[in-house]
Each structure stands twice: as C-alpha cells, then as structure tokens.
C-alpha cells in the first residue's frame, strides 16, 4: 500500500494556509520581477495532516523499534529535551540579537564548552559545526592551520586507516590533502608498523576512530598517537563512536589533539531522519587559538560573550552552531552527571558484548575478543547457501528490527555492524539474539525465505539500479506514476 | 538518570552469560593510568528541576514573541503554522534516521522526494538535494562544485552585497584549495565593476537575491557573461521572496542555494536551518548531499531510494563531491509540510504581506526628520537599509526599551554604513508594530 504524492492530491483553489489581512496600505508590485505560475500543492489542511501522518507510519524509528545501525547510536531521545527546546525564550531568540538580551543562551552555550572539554579531555571547544563531518572538516582545517602557523609547509598527506567512515578520506580531500591509507592488523588494530613506514616529514596527521569501526578499542592508541606526534603530525579523533568511552576514558588523557562530538549520537539529540545533527570540536591548549570564530567567553563580572579566537580558521557556519541540539545534550548531560555517563557507556559496551557472545557460534566473527558499543559479524557463512548479508538485512525487517549497518566497515566482507545502545532492555536483546539465530537457521534450510524479504512493507524491495539509471529527482506531473499505475 | 532500563540484576546476568565478573572487564584494553577519570560535572538532577532550571534561564533572553522583532539579516520569524511542530513531532520522523533501508523508511524518502520538488518548483531548478547545513555552507560548496565541473578554475567572483558570513563561510571552506575570492572587497562596487573581472579563469560568479541589503536585481546581464567566459552563475536567495519574484532558474542560474529556515522553522537562535541546494540537470553528478529518487519495487508499486550515491564519501572516499553525510533532513521535512500547507497561493500571499508591510515601514520612517534611506531608488523584498540620525547602537539601546528588536548594525561588517540599520518586516510584524517603531525610532533621534 503506497502513498500518493502531495501533487497528486487536492484541487485548484485548495489551502491550509491561514494569514492575517493586509493592515497596511499596498505598495506597487515590481512588474517586470515578478514570477508566473508557482507549481506548488493545493491542499487542505485535513489532507496536509493525513498525508504526513500516513508518511509517518511507513518509517521505522527507535521511537516504534529496535534499531541497532552500527556507528548511529541509536539510543532513545529522552523527550523533556524537546520541551526544552521548545521553551519561547530559546525557539523564539535571533542570533543577531544583542548579547545582552541572551545571556541565558550563551550560560548555556559556555556551561556545554566546559562539560565537552571536560568530558574528551580537551579544554577548548567549538560548538559550530553542524554535524559531524563537518566537525572533522573544522578540526582538519585547524590542524592545517597550526602546521602553517609554524611555518611547516609541506606536511601533505593524511594518514587514514583501512576501517575508516568514508568521510575521513572525503575530509582529508577537502582541506587539500592527500589520503594514504593504513591497514589495520590481525587483531583490528592500526599495524603499528605499517604506520612506522608511512609516518614522515610530510605526514599532516592521522584520522583516528577509537574505538574503530569494528567496535574495537586500539591496543596501542598511545604508540600509535606517540608514532604521528614524533614525525610531527597531530592526532584527529573522529568522535563518532565516543558513547562506548564517555566518563570510562578521555580522548585527551590518550594523546588525541582534536576530537569532534556528535551530539546527535552520544547526547541523545534525536537523528531526525538524516539531520540535523551537531558536531562540537575539542581541541587541546595549544591549539585553541585557531578554533572557528566565535566561541562564548565569560568575563570576571559574569558576562557571556562572543569571543573571537586570535588565529581563528575563520567561520564554518552562519551564525552559532545547532543551538538547539546544544539545549538538548545540555539537558542530557545535566540529568546524567558524570556517573550517569559512564554508566550508559558501561551498559552500552555490556549490551554489545552480550549480544556478540550469543550470536558468534551462528556468524562469523572476524576479530573475536571484548568489543565496545558495537560488533561487526560477517555473513560470509551464509553466503555458502546462497544468502547475502542484505537478505539476512531485509529478514530482520519481518521481525520489526531495524537492520544493523551492512556491508561497512569496508575490510570484513559482507559486514554487518551491530550496536544495541545502553538504552535497549534485556528483552530487546534477547528477542534480537533469539531472531538472528532463526535467520541464520533459515538461511540454511529455506534461503527464498530471505530472498523474498522483506515481505509486510508497504514496499518491497526496490531497483536501486533503474533509480540510478534513469533518475527521476522530482514531481513533474508526467512519469510520476508507477508502472502498474497504483 | 541515565535512561538505562536494565537493572543491577539483569546486568548479573548478562555479565554470568558472557562470563565477566563486572563491567570492568569489558574495558582491560583501556590504559589502566587514564581509565575512569573524575569528570568536574554538576551531579545529576532531575527532569522536573531541569526544566525549573531552563526555564530560569529563558527569564535571561529578551525573545521575539514578546518583543516586536524587526531584525532579520539572513534568519526570520515567519508564522509557522500548528500542523508544522504537530507533523514534525511524529517520533516515526525524527526518531529515524538516514533512510538506508528503504523499505521502512519510506516516509522519509518519499517526502525527501517531495521536499526535492517544492525546491525545483520555487527555484526553477532541474534538481535539488535532500539538504545542506545551511545558507552559507551551501554556497560554499556550490563555489567547490563550480570549481570541479569548470576542470579546476579557481577565480570565485563574489558580490559585496552576498550575506557577510556567507562570504566568511566561503573562505573558511576554501583555504586548502588554492581559490581566488574576488569582488567584494567595496560595499560601493555594483555589477558593472565585478563584471569586468570575469575572466577565463573564472569558476563562478556568485550573487544574492534580494541582496544583503534587500534590494531586488535583475541578473540577467550577470548570468550572460559570466556563460560568456564559461563561469557557472550561482544565486543564493530567500525562499518567501519566490512566492513573488522570479525563480534564479528564469534569469540563468546555474545553482540556487539558499537559507530555508524562514520555511516553518523557528529562530532557534540561529540554528539548526537548512540549506538549499539545487542546480540544473547537466551539473547533477557533481552535486553534493544526499538525493532520493523516484524507482519501483519487486512488487511493480512506485517507491523511493537514495541514488546516485557513487558521488557520495560513503562509496567515492576521497573522490567523493563533499564529506557531507547527515545532513538537516527534519529540517527539510518542516519546509516540505510548510510549503504543502501553504500551497500555490498562501506562498504568494506570504511574499505579499512581507512586500507591503516593508514598504509601508519604509516610507514612514524616511519620513522622521533625520532618516533616510541610501538605497530608497532600488526595488526591493522585505529588507531595507536605513540612514541614522545618530549611532545605530543608540538607536537599537532606544528600541529596546521600547520592547521591540532593532535592525541589524550594519558597521559590524560593512565599514562604510557604520551609520545604517537594516530592517526586517514580515507578516508576523502588525501595522500597530510598525507605529510603535516609527514612534520609537522619532524619539531615539531627539
């Protein structure tokens, strides 16, 4: 059962739009600027609503079920965060207002760079960029910045290992840099020796991910900050899996010089359907002059102001960051404490291990030993009866589980990543464990079953090819419709 | 409270089935010296003194729904209608996330698709993506992407008049590409002058419209040269300005990128908002962002994917159009069920409304002794440019203790209109607000 387009509902003439009359006397229309036809809905507002909320129904969402995508941290979104949010004197402030009239804002824009700094380690934080990979584009630009401010110019290759999100090497190539990869050893480390080989005079710095995409803390993260700090490189950390380490290790205390945050991930700031998210960047001392312009001071009387760091990058944003992903980790971290944040990284790391340890004897387990916040299993196995890691995706969506990450991290073969979160009971995972282990039974005794997966959607599976084959990127009126007409 | 529901006895049992005494064993591979730090926090408090305590705070900010707000510069109060926050709230919306798996995501996908759509119709544009971060990162990647499909050229032309801190944003994101940003180093160059550096290095040329300052241009001329010397035309714009005046896509833009927070959301004080981002057809494979098209299923029904996704890091890596991944996708969401809500004809009437109330404002307050407009021959939207009688910031201290919000200082970017304000009128501002600011403004200049 499909939905119609908004276009294809509604009549001439039709709106929702409520709007006060003119009070003021009319003005005469710039003639030769005005624009024709605007080919937008003609709807009700009864048909606005029904729509969306039709539209709703179709998703899944860690509000209606388990959505273990590995690398997401898809924990519950505590929902007094969306009430704060809501608050006037928060929804209803203009950036450019004068910093007077906004000192409650800025209390707890500067309270949320203290807890950040706090938490990785890093004193000196940003908290403009808007996502993640925008937070690794900022903290790329500030180690450029700080190699050029010491007059150091022909440092020009980022050193990335093989595990890495593919943004790491997309960052790296924005800020002008070459990527050389480093390939990760038998027990999913960095090879130490292999980054002996490639760490130089030229060498920008390393993109670190710890723990790395396999779930898996580095057993030598000091050496390997220790090999890049002796060739002169500084350390990224790429924050997106900090849930496992919060309150249990600082990324600082290991030899980490930058580290973004999502806030959308660790703090409980919901994920939105693909944004927004927030991507604070921490930094240590001595790199807290090139920070993005501006971050908020607090003079001797008390008062929040912006500052503008002396040899800044510059702006990555109009105006301040997501503030209102800020409201919302401020209120998570306050009503956490520091021993609430360890004890939702401990139940995160415990909820993963206790799922990899039921499930390992039915999938392949490429690097068998304690993980953090997420595990990777392989469907390699399965692949003998003619089942693929995207069926065993596409089953698990019968159950009403969302289906882990698959095919990444790019280094185990038909990969799927697993992370339950802290927030997750242990019925949940019970429930998970006792589905994987019918799936895997089923790959082996009726793979159709998988083939033909998923089979209660509203849609099944689709042709990705033909979309990108013959793209069809909007509502034209003509070519909209389906192939069978519905 | 840590949101954490299972209890001391279930993690026994837990830790009993993967054979671990306590939690600490699950992190032996952490350095032992660095392991469980003190963290200088604030102890946890409850949710009920959380928002006592938010709420305090909020009593700190002066905010637009009691004030009369006039300031806008890039971020603006627009009446959001209830079915947006109502719709947006869904927690099947924004409890989800990227839309990988299709099959259950297609709420988000189809109206991502729709949102797509809306964009193309107001922008005259072939193709847009499912969102940027916002108005200012989306011009910058649009001059990157300029920069790739011209084969490297390197000049960027950009006008004075284009947002301040999207020319901030523009370099920021260009420092380790080795670009030329020219052109906007006078607030007195107009066009003519910026058109004769167009050369055949250049990559883009890049205007606002309405500009900065409000004023309406015909870029026609703009578009025809920059093609001339085989530039790309990039335009940023207000989306409610396109309920009246002509799409960027009629006078030969070839990327429209603009802020679409003024499309049912909040001031947020500045943010999340989203960016727009849409350019013509032949340029869609070096587009950055996410895009979902329309394909069918096993089962002949339409539905919509994620595609063209080799342009993306996630496949591309280094070779990918930009590192962008999450993007503002609740965002984009609110814009798609305002503008649904709004339709064909509440958009216009929206632009309408803005239009004339500006102008209305405008003419009253040239008419206090003292004030003048510097711009008043130009046509423009809902923003002009006001001459004062004595310091801005005087001015705006007057507002203030008349409960309204001033304009924008214009000095704080602009040297040479260190004496200028520029004001914002919308629907949401009534004639009885405009009096009391003209009132206002009379008394500030005596």
Known sequence: MTEPLIYEMGSPGRTAASLPALDVPESSLPQDMLRGDLPLPEVSEVEVVRHFTRLSQMNHAVDTGFYPLGSCTMKYNPKVNDRAVNLPGFANLHPYQDEMTVQG?????????????????????????????????????????????????????????????????????????????????????????????????????????????????????????????????????????????????????????????NLHKTFSVPHGGG???????????????????????????????????????????????????????????????????????????????????HLKDVYDLPYDRTCKHEFVLSGSRQTAYGVRTLDIAKRLIDFGIHPPTVYFPLIVPEALMIEPTETEPKETLDDFIAVMRQIAREAEQNPDLLHSAPHHTPVGRLDEVRAAREPILRWTGKGNTSSSGS | MSFVPNTPADREQMLQAIGAHSTDDLFLDVPADVRYPHLELPDPISEAEILAELESLNAHNVDASTYACFLGAGAYRHFIPSVVGHLIG???????????????????????????????????????????????????????????????????????????????????????????????????????????????????????????????????????????AGALFIVSVNPISLGLLKPPGEYGADIVTGEGQSLGWPL????????????????????????????????????????????????????????????????????????????????????????HKAHYAATEIAAIPGYSLPYGSSPFFNEFVVHCPVAPDRVNDALRRQKIIGGYALGRAYPQLKDCLLFCVTEMNSRYQIERLTAALRDAAA
């Not at chain 1, 110019?153 to 960052?171: C, E, Q």
């Not at chain 1, 919302?328 to 609430?340: D, H, N, Q, T």
Request: proline residues 4%; charged residues 20%.
């Open chain 1, 105 to 261: 804002a800025l209390l707890l824009m500067y309270e949320l760079q203290q807890f950040l700094g706090e938490i990785s380690g890093l004193p000196a934080v940003s908290l403009q960029p808007a996502a993640g990979a925008h937070g690794e584009f900022t903290g790329m630009l500030i180690i450029r910045a700080y190699h050029l401010s010491r007059g150091d110019k022909k440092r020009t290759r980022v050193i990335i290992p093989d595990s890495a999100h593919g943004t790491n090497p997309a960052t790296s190539a924005m800020g002008g840099y070459e990527v050389v990869e480093v390939k990760s050893d038998a027990r999913g480390n960095v090879d130490l020796a292999a980054l002996r080989a490639l760490a130089d005079d030229t060498t920008v710095g390393i993109m670190l991910t710890n723990p790395n995409t396999l779930g898996l803390f580095d057993e030598h993260v000091r050496e390997v900050c220790q090999i890049i700090h002796d060739c002169g490189g500084l350390v990224y950390g790429d924050g997106a899996n900090l849930n496992a380490i919060m309150g249990i290790v600082r990324p600082g205390d290991l030899g980490f010089d930058v580290l973004h945050m």
């Open chain 1, 275 to 357: 944004g927004p998210g927030s991507g604070p960047v921490c930094v240590s001392k001595a790199l807290a002059d090139f920070l993005p312009d501006p971050v908020v001071g607090r003079t001797i009387e008390g008062f929040y102001t912006w500052v503008r760091p002396t040899k800044t990058i510059g702006r990555v944003k109009s105006f301040h960051g997501q503030f209102a992903a800020m409201v919302r980790a401020y209120v998570y971290i306050r009503m956490l404490g520091a021993a609430g944040l360890r004890e939702a990284a401990e139940n995160a790391v415990l909820n993963a291990n206790y799922l990899m340890a």
């Open chain 2, 268 to 355: 947020d004080f500045g943010g999340p908002y989203l960016g727009i981002f849409a350019c013509r057809e032949q340029y869609v494979r070096r587009m950055p962002g996410r895009l979902v098209g329309q394909t069918v299923d096993n089962r002949g029904q339409r539905g919509f994917v994620l595609t063209l996704q080799t342009r993306e890091q996630h496949i591309r890596r280094e070779k990918a159009t930009s590192n962008i991944c999450t993007n503002e996708g609740l965002v984009a969401l609110a814009a798609c069920v305002y503008l649904a809500a709004m339709g064909k004809n509440g958009l216009r009437k929206v632009a309408e409304l803005c239009y």
């Open chain 2, 90 to 228: 869904r927690g099947e919306f924004y409890t989800a996330y990227t839309p990988y798996q299709a099959e259950i995501s297609q709420g988000t996908l189809q109206s991502i698709f729709e949102y797509q759509s809306m964009i193309c119709a107001l922008t005259g544009m072939d193709v847009a993506n499912a969102s940027h971060y916002d108005g200012a990162t989306a011009l910058a990647e649009a001059a990157i992407m300029a920069h790739n499909a011209t084969r490297g050229r390197s000049k960027v032309i950009v006008s004075p008049a284009v947002h301040p801190e999207y020319r901030q944003v523009l370099r920021t994101y260009t420092q380790g590409l080795d670009f030329a940003i020219v052109g906007d180093g006078d607030v007195t160059r107009g066009w003519g002058d910026l058109l004769k550096m167009i050369d055949r290095d250049t990559a883009c040329v890049i205007a606002q419209n309405p500009d900065f300052f409000g004023r309406i241009h015909d870029l026609r001329p703009v578009a025809d040269a920059a093609h001339a």
